[in-house]
């Protein structure tokens, strides 16, 4: 018969319901000991409370509160259902049983904690988690069905229920010091981490849930991840990773070094468009070069000369861009910048990376109104690294002119180039960044670093690209910048002038420009099913106009006569800047204006009054090279670029004077003036 000694109920028979710490026949305890043949079923472990089960001990459908602590030693047994709740606890010794015949063992809810020790032996669907922690150490394989929690196998063998799938959201998982987790798919809300000595095996992660694998634990098997999945991985995990789908950006690499990861299904139709991998500890900016020791390994040299390798099966080629996230790390994407097609002279097409000297392509002579075989004679490419810092025009992005946005077919797929390369038109060349619409024609801010390639014929030729009538390579000087390829190199060349040596004539002119703009717009937005002038910037006629001095302080206007404004003047400033909104033509009226000068206000006359005395300031109107002011054009007018100097001259000893500025223009202006502002026009 069960009894109470010293405080502690010892149970050998049945004992149900109560709470403990409470009393027994009127005996009270703190504490409970379940004896070989005893079984403690029902009620509850309240704060305070402790219930030892031992050796042929039985513990039934218990309730573990907060600060209820419960401790099954060898040969004991749990079964039936035993809650444990916020702040309980529950510890198994090698040894115990849990979940004998089947049943649901334990159900773990948020604040509680179940730790599963060395030896503790359980069946399936065993163990529910709603919330709570389960430690595992060194356990046999365990099986878990859950409902948000977190599992911690230290050196334990995990597999999710018997279809292998985490079927709640919300589960973490950790797998550390030996403990291998395996044959388990994570569904959308699920998060797995292995971290030292942890292992990973025939995972599968849906979109929507997180695999996290440090360095020092491994990947022995293969991971597969899904479209949307999201997942960290050492670069010396080893294993296999296989990137489902060809926009797959799941792949985060920490480290550097040569990786022993295997990764696969790297593809994508262009960048945006692809498979992407984020290289944790690799800067873009760091990054001097890339290249393919074989087909399968590509290498990033840094610019100190270290180095490291993925292994992507097929990797070489794929193409590539180099992209760049919120954090500076290096994003490399697949790209086929490089696979522009060039029509040849047997009719057929060719990339143009692939061209070489004495390759002969099919120029179009638009004074004849004919094609005619053109011999190359120089093949070459550039290395671009963006600047982020400047203007989507002069940054170095690539323009991506999409597939039918000049016409039906025109090009026949997305056609990159540089924003200065010209696509031809009615007897003349155009630069395309004249007709970036934002729409059908735009800045492709997904790249930020590419090698791009020209090819010179023996006379400047119109070639056709990707359907688009574009121009052959022109040589004005800027050769040297490019790296010839091909196994035969040619020295020198004649420099020539668009002036007198273009296949047609290079025009800028806004009279031209303005209708092909309209019209490859206009087409953009029907096929969109967008009206006209959707897409157009919000503009502002306010310069927010102000003075700002030398040490920081900022001045606004006092009075405003007619084209004048008024400041008032502290005695001891001698030097003030002229600050105000600043937009570019190109950007508030249109890329067809080629004008990308970044105007703020355009000042004349300037009067400074002080006491009786009145001085004229001329230093914007005489110094060429003065800060933040652009070009002298006018004797009596100059334009800032919104942040210019304008120096004083010697103030007097303790007096206050008025600075009037005669503004003749200003506007209109990006609503957004900041440094995102010239970039309204880009996707």
Not at 29 to 51: E, K, R, Y
Not at 137 to 148: D, I, K
Not at 515 to 540: K, M, S, V, Y
Not at 618 to 642: K, S
């Amino acid at each position: 018969m069960s009894y109470v000694s010293n405080g502690i109920l010892y149970v050998n028979d049945f004992v149900a319901g109560g709470s403990r710490p409470g009393t027994f026949y009127g005996s009270p305890f703190s504490s409970a000991i379940v004896l070989s043949g005893g079984t403690l079923g029902g009620g509850a472990v309240n704060s305070g409370g402790t219930v030892t089960v031992l050796n042929g001990g039985i513990l039934s459908g218990a309730t573990i509160n907060n600060s209820g602590q419960v401790y099954v030693s060898s040969g004991g047994t749990v079964s039936g259902t035993t809650s444990v709740t916020s702040g309980g606890t529950l510890v198994f010794s090698s040894g115990v049983s849990l979940g004998y015949g089947g049943s649901t063992g334990v159900a773990v809810f948020s604040g509680g904690n179940v730790v599963l020790n060395s030896g503790t032996s359980q069946y399936y669907y065993t163990t529910t988690l709603s919330g709570g922690t389960l430690t595992a150490y060194r356990s046999p394989s365990l099986t878990y069905t859950s409902a948000g929690g977190t599992v911690v196998l230290d050196g334990a063998q995990g597999a999710y229920s018997m279809s292998t799938t985490l079927v709640a959201a919300n589960i973490n998982v950790v797998a550390k010091n030996g403990a291998t987790l395996s044959n388990t798919t994570l569904l959308s809300g699920n998060t797995l981490t292995a971290i030292s000595g942890g292992t990973v095996q025939n995972i599968s992660v849906s979109s929507g849930a997180t695999l996290n694998v440090s360095s020092g634990a491994f990947i022995t098997s293969q991971v597969t991840l899904g479209n949307g999945a999201s997942a960290s991985v050492s670069v010396i995990a080893g294993g296999s990773i296989v990137l489902n789908g060809s926009n797959n950006a799941a792949l985060t690499l920490t480290g550097t070094g040569s990786s022993t990861v295997a990764i696969s299904g790297f593809n994508g139709t262009a960048p945006g468009n692809s498979d992407q991998i984020t290289l944790a500890d690799v800067p873009t900016a760091n990054v001097a070069s890339v290249s393919y020791p074989d087909g399968n390994h590509v290498t990033f040299t840094m610019k100190d000369g270290s180095a490291t390798t993925l292994n992507i099966l097929n990797v070489s080629s794929s193409g590539y861009t180099l992209g760049t996230d919120s954090t500076g790390d290096l994003v490399y994407m697949v790209c086929y910048l490089a696979g522009t097609m060039i029509r040849m002279a047997d009719g057929g097409e060719c990339a143009v990376e692939e061209i070489g000297i004495g390759d002969s392509v099919l120029t179009y002579d638009w004074r004849e109104g004919r094609d005619r075989v053109r011999p190359v004679i120089w093949a070459g490419h550039q290395h671009v690294a963006v600047r982020p810092d400047l203007p989507d025009d002069q940054a170095g992005y690539p323009v991506r002119v999409a597939a039918n946005a000049i016409a039906d077919g025109v090009p026949c797929k997305d056609l990159l180039i540089t924003s200065e390369h010209s696509l031809f038109f009615g007897g003349k060349f155009i630069p395309v960044r004249m007709l970036v619409n934002g729409r059908s024609i735009f800045y492709d801010r997904s790249i930020t670093c590419y090698d791009y390639y020209h090819i010179e014929t023996d006379r400047h030729s119109v070639i056709m690209a990707d359907g688009v009538l574009s121009e052959s390579y022109l040589d004005t000087g800027n050769r040297r910048g490019f790296t010839q390829h091909g196994s035969v190199l040619t020295l020198g060349g004649r420099v020539g002038t668009w002036q007198e040596d273009a296949a047609a004539p290079l025009t800028v002119d806004r009279a031209f420009a303005e209708p092909l703009f309209r019209q490859i717009d206009a087409r953009a937005a029907l096929l969109a099913g967008q009206a006209d002038g959707e897409n157009a910037p919000t503009l502002t006629m306010d310069m927010d106009l102000r003075l700002v001095t030398e040490d920081g302080a900022t001045i606004r206007p006092a009075r405003r006569t007619d084209s004048t404004v008024i400041f008032m003047l502290p005695s001891d400033v001698e030097t003030v800047r002229v600050v105000s909104r600043a937009s570019r033509l190109c950007d508030t009226i249109g890329p067809f204006v080629d004008d990308r000068r970044l105007l703020g206000v355009a000042v004349g006359e300037v009067r400074i009054f002080e006491g009786n005395h009145v001085a004229v300031i001329r230093a914007h109107l005489t110094e060429p090279a003065l800060d933040g002011w652009n070009v002298l054009e006018w004797e009596d007018t100059r334009w800032t670029t919104g942040d210019a100097r304008l120096p004083l001259g010697k103030r007097s000893p303790n007096s206050v004077a008025l600075l009037a500025i005669q503004i003749r223009a200003g506007g209109p202006y990006l609503v957004d003036s900041g440094p995102d502002a010239v970039r309204v026009r880009t996707a």
